[in-house]
């Protein structure tokens, strides 16, 4: 069984807290007849109890991080409404759990509408001063928790974007790669969409890295990495897994079109000057993606291509021969 995500925790132990809390306050107030109270303490307890369980068992966290949010305004502003401003300190952390819950445009839009209706509330019932303090403290919170909460999603982004690119070349990195040629195999076996490799491998690259050192290496690999990807398609990817190799993915493309790319490819790179005067030629190995094919055996025939084209003298394209669908065992 597949384990369960940080989020899937998070909700579970959310809703089991406020159900353990929550549960004692609502029999004390049935038993003592403060009847409204009751009421929202049983509506909290159940609505977190069937999120518990939602969550359980289907394992989905959006709709219940959302409803949650929701559910803990409601409650919150009913609470307010029904037995007094004394309850305004509850809008503080829904403020915060919000921006945590939602996202920004909404937690946003939903604390200023709430925030101006407890004003509104507190004009008619308490001195201008209090109600002043009030508006500055709770307009803090929401600027405030706005702000932390834009500025950890930009990084999460950041670092989500960083966590599938190469530092060297900024071509994806292995990882990317898998997650791409994963999501071309099921969009294969669903649409039939064509996609090709090509396995791009420096010749003798070790020599440059001998002859001019390492950092000059680096710089040639970023250089052929800009090459290749002024060369091909927006909708082609670029990838290096390390060393002198790199992937280009072709998506949408035939084994015919693939394969003139990779002509072209080699014909331009085997043309430039690339840093410290350096020439260089590449090897390249096509393979199309058959149906029931998995990713890592459509690799490995791109890559006995490939090796092909080093055993033939190197500065060569191979091309794997096209699978017919019966010709391909379904991967494990
Ligand atoms: N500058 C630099 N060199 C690297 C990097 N990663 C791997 N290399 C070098 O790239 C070279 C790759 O060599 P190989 O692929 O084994 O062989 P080759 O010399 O390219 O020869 P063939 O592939 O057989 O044509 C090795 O010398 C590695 O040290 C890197 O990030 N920067």
Known sequence: MLKRSIQEWLVLAICAVFVVTVVPAAIFRIATADWVLAV????????????????????????????????????????????????????????????????????????????????????????????????????????????????????????????GVDALTGAGNRRAKIDKLQSLVSLYFRCHVNACILKVDIDQFSQVNDKHGRVLGDQVLFSLAQIIRNNTRPTDTLYRSGGAEFFVVAENTALGDATSLAVKLREIIGCTVFPGGTHLTVSIGVAKLAKLEGSQDWINRAERALTKAKAKGRNRVEVAAELNDDQVQPSS
């Open 40 to 163: 929202i303490d049983v509506v909290w307890a159940g609505s977190m109890a069937f999120l518990f369980v939602y969550t359980f068992r289907t394992r989905r966290t959006t709709l219940p991080a959302t409803m949650m949010a929701w559910i803990f305004l409601a409650l919150t502003l009913s609470a307010i409404h029904y037995t007094g401003l004394h309850q305004v300190n509850w809008l503080y952390p829904v403020i915060l759990a919000m921006f945590f819950l939602l996202d920004v445009k909404q937690a946003l839009l939903l604390s200023v509408l709430s925030v101006c209706w407890v004003i509104a509330q507190a004009y008619s019932e308490q001195p201008l001063e209090e109600t002043t303090n009030l508006a500055k403290s709770l307009t803090t919170t929401i600027v405030l928790a706005s702000a932390f909460s834009l500025f950890s999603r930009m990084e999460q982004s950041r670092l989500q974007h960083l966590a």
